[in-house]
Each structure stands twice: as structure tokens, then as C-alpha cells.
């Protein structure tokens, strides 16, 4: 079996200049650079920084140099020119709403550096290598030899000659070695202090006159470590996801916006994913993954059924409610109220069972919804609405 | 016979005064679960009272509880900011097992928790899960023991309401439970389908044994490849999750796609060239397990 | 066998006043104080502290309350009066050069933590008693289950659950509880960022509004430890150790002064320890242990031969070298050195053997030097030398 | 046969550039050991040039010398703010035996050291002692190779000189050794008198031990009373310090009487109780052996 190394977690990604000011913080070296959101700022800050520098789009997406995101300026009004041509740019379907314009270094060469949360070893791990500047996965499938994985044991932490592996492993001059040591440990003091669940520095370049820098910077935080560290939580960018996300969050619901018809709210993961694993079988196509989690509280209904509801694309509503923990009259109670305060144009299907389903299905039954006990059943409904719609 | 939990289960509810600790306490012990001690720093010396007029000491520390109780299994009910630490202190305690049911613990912490169990010995299942149930034996945990009934069909998932459905639909034809176990849908956990699928090995009441999956990481396959050599006890897989999407996390922590690895096809693959009956749907399983016991 | 629990290594021992000033650098609770060398200096700190205070002697020595050597002042002329009876006065043979003068508290209670490294476990140990501003080791004698031991695991630290379940052993009371959790889980920081050997409040008191605070602070800091916390050597109060040891631990030499006539100086902790004995099995006493090490450096034998012959009670000096690393020429090269450019009136017999033996032997019989090669002779020898003079 | 230490030995030098390092990579390839590589970060790819014309390459890290030459054994003679990461770095390299020799290391990193070499499941000799040597075979450290010769005593001791007088004793009288062990005069050390005991009784050729302790701790006492239970194998004991004063450090960091605990008095009583000869003198120690070997 291949050796896969998988990022654990729910994780809030943050921008280049962003991640870029948490490796600053702890010391590794970056390019001198600031954020612009406007052609103007970009030129002023080209101005200050002086020569050539690079602007550069910041959008959580890769590939933002082929879609023409990352420009070369040797002088202000070039600056400027280039933030007017990206702010607003679109790559892979996000708005660009921001600039970093950094200084422009003279690059010797290009290195990997990369550290996540393998779920196999239940341990942070290293990933480097001398390739660096493309994408590491693309390494590793054509030159495995060209990347050493270390991990690093939670309870002694990355320890000093791991760094100096990593770092040797990169480079055979002691004075480049030396100074990428150093930038492997802090790295390693950026990922833990901040709850990182992945943090990457690609490319890692060696200067012109031999400084090793960090050019290109990539970071994931767990969201369940931003609960200790609240100042994290304002890297967020809101712009940067759909609406929809964004108000499931505050309504402390997992929502994943899908391009089909057919809504789901389901309580609990597993079941949402088989629910929606299940329109497929059936033939359709569902909108979105949602789970209500396992409470009961009927506010929470409310939020979900306006969010799938607000999607123009949905065409038909489905509940798939087992309860154990959670009371299907307090669902049913949500949809009612729900439906009764928002106008909720596509119709609704409803399968509840397990606590209180009795309750819940005279609920439903006084005000006008039918409902069904079994899973298969409302899926086929709901996918024939959708497809009747 | 049962796996992890039985009629010799002593349990200790740490965060027994907080408010889902205190439900689910009640609901143990009326599955017929041992409670013998909750705890809650600064509350030690008081007594949380069970509805058939059982009362159950609390203390300030789980060292204290298990000197004073003998308790040999703990759940946590703890908020996430503590759980990690919680789960520490019950390894630490001599605790031998371990269910963990907060959701949304940082996955740094978890490692070195994780760490910590295994250096102390003990087993610990979960974070992010509903726990265990041995249907008329004992109950760690919020799984619904009403949906249950014993039997020969382990079961073990990585979620908690499908597991509900699995488990129901057995039930309600007629095909008991040894236990059902959810093993929690964070990427990083301490129990894993291996352990339960050897535990359930060991048992010679499990007939047949259900196994649910859901996309990300690689456990399932392991899993599979390990049942095939050393299992020797039929298994129904189902895998959730062919409809979603790469890179986002579906619900659970640990149920995201990175890059090509993880998906359900992988897994339903794996399942298949390894001897596992796979279930297309959920009510399928049912029907599989039937065939599997030859009934 | 009986659990007993060893400080490891070498160590410094530092004054309460410094030990103060670690653990609130860290965020423990001392009372507020200072430290005098005058009299005067005293009254300006009482004046200034205001109410009652305590002046207390600052020597490396238990038992200096019931010396005299700790004194209630309830104004400042009161605490200059003590301040001069105290300064000057012998506690256990050490001259008290500095008093402490910190603010009175109200003690409700009184109550005992520490913290040191267990040789058997190989990792820090708490030890915490409700029974505090006694000899902990008198507690244990007398009333072992009044003490909770606690072993850290050096991989993971005092975690919090520990350091919350040493408070929960001090007070039932949870918001006493909580204190104690937090100055414990600080002592521990104190400890491992200091390079400490043994770190103890004692006692640990409430005050009569509820709070808990260090009333006395005991710390040793391991010598090893010290190379990579230089700040920390400025603590040593070189006035508190006799001058012979402060030459030695200069010129690098381990040396421990003792109050016998035969003066020892031998390659090695193991063979310097087994010729005191041997000194003592043929009816003398040894004046010193000294370990010159596994040098071969001449300069090192010069400082050693000084500091043994500046002992006024050393009536004979010997010499036992067994050369492996250490070469015997060179020791006999440092001999004859000492005794050229310094005047060494107590006889020197020398055993020395091993690696080069015969170019010493022939270094010391031309400068008049007779020498041994058995153990037992050399020593025999210079104990019959020592009674004789 | 030997223990630790024989002719499979394939020796890493960590620090072979060193003063210490350098010297005495010389005198243990003089001995016959064969010294497969050093390590010093920076100089990698450099060549050591031992005194028969064998050239030892020089690695920057232990794994590359791992990977490149198959060595099993390290020996460490780096700078004690170093020497803590050296273990690690031998023990984390998959380096089955690592000897410390550096002195000074602090004891709450050698208390995590120890701990990592222990999880990696490396055993440490040291720190701060001589090393070993098995006469003939193999010598790691720096007891002096001419003071020893093979045959059947195994020897431990917590001291460096102290064992030279005794070995040289043994040899003069035409007592031979197997293995020559310094555990080192440190508080936290990696292989203690029972580790040594153990290995010497599984090694048929050691008929006969000498056991050299000293002040502090309760290692000798522990010993006696495995060896009692345990060995099959008579022992000549011989203690250190007898004259020494309580509380202060005798040389070693290890030697010394905390309150009335680790006296010599205690240890002797110890050994006499468990059947081990007592030597008063060091020179007693060969005739004791003598008696034992019945010679």
C-alpha cells in the first residue's frame, strides 16, 4: 500500500501574507511585503520597498501563477498596473480581493518544506525536499527519493538533529544547512503555537548571496485549536467562501455547498453522507452535505432549512432525522416553525424515526406535512420532486 | 460474552455534573451500566443521584475515584478546551479503558494524549464518538440502548447516527448485538476498526460483524487486509461518503478526501478484494449479515 | 526497601532572597522584601515595606529560626536592631553576610511542596504535605501518608491534572485548590527553566484573607545545568563556600574540603574516594577529596598541590595516579613544578602508575622525589608521615 | 563470548573530530574494534585516517552512517550542551547500543534522553563514564586496552580509575576478563549494575564478577538483592566513600549521601546480606576473586 499522508481535520486556510506574518512572528525569514486591496496602495508599497518587486494575488487556491496572479514590477506605476489587472481576477472560481506586493529576490535555488498532521502515526510530519517551487505531490509521484518524510514524535517535540537531518537533507553546504536548520525548528514553532493542522514553505530559496528564505508560505489551522486562540480566528476571510458557509458556521452547523438539487438535513455525518449517497442511487444529485449535529435545539433546524432553501439551485428539501440523542419532535417543531416565519418555495420530505417519532409525526401531521419512516423511501421522493420541479 | 464492556464494568463519569454528563448518566445506569463514581473538580464529596435511588460519589480528581470505587472504565463528557487533558488524567488514574465522547478536540493534543494512553497502557475510544454498547450488559456512552438488543453481530462504525440505522434495522429484524461500537470520525483516535475487528475476533459469542466506514485516511483498508488474514468471522462493509467532494471535510474531522486518497471507491475496493460483502445501501446490510449467518 | 527519593548531581545552592526572586520572575506569590548586607540598609526596606516585617539571615543552612537567625520587627528601627544582631552571627559554622527583610503575613496555614530529580525514577518528583514549616524528611519519618509523591514524566511534564491533584492533597477548599494548582504548575516551570536540582516552598502558607503565597523559598540549581544559563552563575555566593573550594572549582578540579591531616590528591572520584578510605583504614584521616580529573595538563597538579598545601591542618600529601588517559609524566612534571615555584612544607609521597610510568619515575628521582607504585604502600606511608610531624 | 561489546561491533564515533574524539577513535581501532564511522555536522564526506592505513568516513548525521556502513554501536564525545541531542540523535538513528562518555550533561535532559532511548528501545551505557572493553574483541571508550587481557571475570563499576586498579590487579595475577564495564558516576544513567549483572549471567564465559560502587543512591543495594534472587554467579564487591561526608558531591555528580540514604555503610550491609564478598581494600578484590574462581 502506498504511503499516504493525510491532513487530519475540520481547518480554516489562511492567505500567503497571513501565514507569512505567523512565520515572521516566530523569526523565519520572509521577503519584506504588504497586504494591498486597492492598485494604489500596491503602488505606494512598491514605492517603499523599492526595485523590483512581485505582486501577488491572494486567493486560497494554487495554480495562481499559470492563471497569471503573480507579476513581476520593477517600478511603482508597473505595481499599480499589475494590482488593477489581479484585484477582482477570478482563480478557479474565487474572486481575488487582495495583493501581497513583496520585494523580489534573486533566486540560487528552490526548496520543499512542508508540515502536517499524518492521521496514520497520529503524529506532526515532515516533508522536505531540494525540488522545490512545484507541487510536492507531483514530486513524489515522479522522484519519491527527492523528498525525505520525518515524523516527529508529540511527546519530545522536533528535536535538534531531526531539524539538522531535514536541513542536510536539503543542502550539502554547511552554511545553507546551518540556516535552514533554524528555519525547520521555527516552522515547527509556528505549526504548534498555532494549532496548525498543515504549514508549508514552497518555495524555500537560497539567495543570490546565500540566505535561505521563505517565498512562497501556505498555512491550515485546526478549527479546533482556534478555540484557545482566538486572535487566529480574524485571519478568517469570509469573502473568500460562499455565503452560505459562512452562516452555517455562525449557526454552528457543517455545511458543504454541492451543485445539485436536492437538499439535505440530516443529524449526524455518516448518516448525511449515505443520505446523500443515496439521492446519487436514486438518480439524483445532491445539494449540499448537512448535519445538524446531535441536538435538539429547534433554532437550529430553522437556520439549516433557510440555508438549503437559499440555494436557487434546490429544487427539493429532505430531512433524514434518526433520533437518538436528538428528539424528532424538536425537529419537527423547527420545520414547522421554519416554514411558518420563511417562505420556503421547493417542497419538503420528511423521514423521522427513533425518540419521540410519534409526537413528532402529529407535529407534522397537523400542519400539513406527510412524513415517512424509512430512509430509502424519502430519498426516492425527494429526488422525484426535484426531478418533477 | 461482549468486547470492552460488560456486567464487570465499573464506570466513572468524568464532567458528571455538566449538563450532556448528568443525561447520559441517568440513561447508563438505566441500560443497567455500573456507575460507581462521577467527577468534577471542586464538587468532590457530593452525590449525583440515579433514578432507582442509586447515589453516585463524586470526586475532585479520578485517582480519587478509582482508590475509593474501583473504577475500571471512564467516559468523558468534558468540554474540548479539558477533554484531551481529561483523558490524560483517566490513563494516569490506572483507568484500563477509556471512551472519550467530546467532539472538536485540536488534533496537536490529541497526539500527544493519544501518546500518553499507550505509554500508560490503557485503551481509549474515540474523541468524537457515541461509545459502546454490550445490549443488556452495559452502556458507555449515548448510542440509544432501546435500538439494541444482544445477539451475535458485532459491530463497529466511524459515525454515530448511521451506525443508529445499522443497528436499528438488525434489531428490528430480529438479529441481536455483542456490542456496538462507534470509534469516532476525528483523524485521530485510539481505537481503530483493526482493534475492534481483533477484539471481536477474541469473542466467541460474534457471529458476524458489521463494519462502517466513511471516506478519508486509510483505515478501512488496513483494516479489510487484516480481516482477510486474520479474521476468520464474515464482515458486511458499508462506506459513506461516494458522493462527496475533495478537500472538504464532511461533517466529521477526520471525513475529508486529500488529494486522491481516501475516497469511498478506494475503500469499497479494498472492501471487495479482501472479502468483505459490501452494501451498496444502508438497508442493504441487513439482508448481507442474514446470508452471512445463514438465516 | 524503604522508597527513598535522592537529589541527583552536583548542585548550587542559591539564598531564599534569589530563590524569591526565580519564582516571581515566574509569577509565584512571595511577599513583597528585599535583601540588606547593613543594618541600616534593613530599617530603609522596613520603613518602606510599612507594618511588620521579618528579617531573616540568608546562609545556606536549615535551623535558622531556632538559631536566632529569623526575627519579627514591627518598625524600622526594630528591624535595623535585628538586622545588626543577625548580620555577622555563625548559623551551622557560615557567617551570615545578608538578611532578607519581607513583609509579615497572617498565616492561617501552613503547608509543604517541592520539587526534585529522583535518581531511581530518573524524573522530577513532587513531593507536598499539608504539614508545611517542618523537616519534610520529619514528616515522612513520622507520618508518611501525610506526603503525596508525584513523579513527572520528563516527556510530557507536569500536566494539569497532576499539578491539580498535588493541590487537591493540600486543601479541600476548591479555591484554595486552585491557587495551589497554579503555584505549583509555576514551581514546576521555575524548576525546568532554571536547570534545578531541588525546588521547595516551605512553608507554602494561606494568609488569613484567603490567599496562598511562598513564604520560604529553597532552590538547588544543577552545576551541569549552568553552562547553558549563565545569568544563573552570577547567584553564587562565593562568601558562603570556603576560599579552598572557590580556587578549586576555578582551576576545574572537584575538591571537598575535610578536617583531616593527610591531604589527597588522585585521578578520579572512584580511586580519590578509595584512598580516603584507605587513608582512614591505616589510622589517618583524610584532609580533602580531589579529583584532578582526566587531564593531563601540569597546571591543573600546580593548583591542586596549592590548595591541599594552603590547608594549615595538612600534615602530609599524597599522590595516587593511575595512568590510563592521564599520563604519569606529565603529573610528575606538574610535581616538580609546584615544588620549584611554590614552597610546599608538608612531606609528598607519590604513587603513580600506569601510562609512561617509567619517564615519571626517572622526572621524579631526578628532582629528589622517591615514589610508589602500590596503593596501599603510598597511603601507609603517608598517614606514618602525617602522625610523625 | 562478552557482553555488549565483541567482534560483530561496528563502531560509530559521534564527535570523531574532537580532541577526545579523534584521540581515542585511534586508540579503540588499535584495540580491534572496528570503527565503521564518525559523525561531526558539516564535515560530512571527509575521510579519518586510522594508524593501519583503514580510512573512516565521515558522516554529518547518525543516519547517514547507519544507512551507509551498518553501524550498531556509537560512542559519543561531544561537548556535554550537546551530548543529550547525540543520544538522542544514535538512538533515533536505529543505533541498538549507544556509550556516552561526556560529563556534565544536565540531569533533566539526560531524564528525557533516557526516556527517548528507552522508547526507541536502544540501550545507553553512561553518560559520564569510561565506556567498556571486552579484552581481545572489541573496546568502546577509553580504558587503557594493556591493563587487560581475556578470561572468565566480568567487571562493573561506577568509577573509571578505581576499575583500572582493579583490572590491573586481576591481569597482573593472570586473571583475565570477558567484559570491563564503567556504568558511569552520574545520578541518571542508562545501564545500571542489574542490566550488567543480567547480561553477565547470560554470557557462559563470565564465571566469576567484581561489582565497584561508590556513594549515593541505592543501585548497589538493588543490585545485591536481584543477584541474590537471581545470578548463580558469585560476585566480589568493593564500595567507595566510606569517609565521605553527607551531602556533599564526591567527583562524580552521582556520589552523594542524601540525608542518611546511599552510605556506604548501607550498601556493604546490603552486599553482605546477599552474599557478596566484600572487599575492604581494593586490593582484597583479586584475592576474593581467586577464592570464588577457586584458584
Known sequence: ?389 | MAVFIDTETRLVVQGITGRDGSFHTLQMAESGTRVVAGVTPGKGGQVFEIENGGRVPIFNTVDRAVKETGANTSVIYVPPAFAAGAIMEAADAGIAFIVAITEGIPVLEMSKANAFVRDRGSRLLGPNCPGLISPGKAKVGIIPAQITTPGPVGVVSRSGTLTYEAVDQLTRAGIGQTTCIGIGGDPIIGTNFIDCLSAFRDDRDTEAIVMIGEIGGTDEQEAATWAKENLGKPVVGFIAGQTAPPGRRMGHAGAIISGSSGTAEEKIRSFKDNGVAVATRPVEITDLIKESLGI
Chains 1, 3 share one sequence.
Open chain 1, 1 to 389: 500500500m502506498a504511503q499516504s499522508i493525510g491532513v487530519g481535520g475540520e481547518r480554516m486556510d489562511i492567505h500567503e501574507y497571513q501565514a507569512k506574518e505567523l512565520f515572521r512572528a516566530v523569526g523565519i525569514p520572509v521577503p519584506a511585503g504588504e497586504v494591498a486591496t486597492t492598485p494604489d496602495e500596491a503602488a505606494r508599497i512598491a514605492q517603499e520597498l523599492g526595485g523590483t518587486v512581485v505582486v501577488k494575488a491572494q486567493v486560497h487556491a494554487g495554480g495562481r501563477g499559470k492563471a497569471g496572479g503573480v507579476k513581476l514590477a520593477t517600478h511603482a506605476d508597473e505595481a499599480r498596473e499589475h494590482a488593477s489587472n489581479i484585484l477582482g481576477m477570478e482563480i478557479k472560481g474565487l474572486t481575488v480581493g487582495k495583493v501581497l506586493v513583496t520585494a523580489a529576490e534573486e533566486i540560487a535555488s528552490e526548496a520543499y518544506v512542508g508540515v502536517l498532521v499524518d492521521r496514520r502515526t497520529q503524529s506532526p510530519v515532515f516533508m522536505v525536499s531540494p525540488e522545490g517551487g512545484i507541487d510536492i505531490e507531483e514530486v513524489a509521484a515522479t522522484n519519491p527519493d527527492a523528498i525525505l518524510r520525518l515524523h516527529v514524535d508529540p511527546r519530545y517535540g522536533l528535536l535538534r538533529h531531526q531539524a539538522y537531518r531535514l536541513a542536510d537533507f536539503l543542502y550539502s553546504d554547511p552554511k545553507l544547512a546551518k540556516q535552514a536548520t533554524r528555519i525547520v525548528t521555527l516552522l515547527y514553532r509556528a505549526f504548534t503555537a498555532n494549532s496548525c493542522s498543515m504549514a508549508e514553505i514552497n518555495p524555500l530559496i537560497v539567495t543570490a548571496d546565500g540566505e535561505v528564505k521563505a517565498i512562497d508560505a501556505k498555512v491550515s489551522i485546526d478549527d479546533s485549536g482556534l478555540r484557545g486562540l482566538p486572535a487566529l480566528e480574524t485571519l478568517r476571510d469570509v469573502g473568500a467562501e460562499p455565503a452560505s458557509e459562512t452562516k452555517a458556521r455562525e449557526a454552528d452547523l457543517s455545511f458543504v455547498k454541492l451543485d445539485g438539487d436536492v437538499g439535505c438535513c440530516v443529524n449526524g455525518a455518516g448518516l448525511a453522507m449515505a443520505t446523500m449517497d443515496l439521492v446519487k442511487y436514486y438518480g439524483g444529485e445532491p445539494a449540499n452535505f448537512l448535519d445538524i449535529g446531535g441536538s435538539s435545539n429547534p433554532d437550529k433546524v430553522v437556520a439549516a432549512l433557510e440555508i438549503i432553501a437559499s440555494d436557487p439551485n434546490v429544487k427539493a428539501i429532505l430531512f433524514n432525522i434518526f433520533g437518538g440523542i436528538t428528539r424528532c419532535d424538536d425537529v419537527a417543531r423547527g420545520i414547522v416553525e421554519a416554514t411558518r416565519t420563511t417562505r420556503i418555495d421547493p417542497p419538503i420530505v420528511i423521514r423521522l424515526t427513533g425518540t419521540n417519532e410519534t409526537e413528532a409525526m402529529e407535529i407534522l401531521n397537523q400542519a400539513g406535512f406527510s412524513a415517512f419512516t424509512s430512509m430509502d423511501e424519502v430519498v426516492e421522493r425527494a429526488v422525484q420532486l426535484a426531478a418533477e420541479a
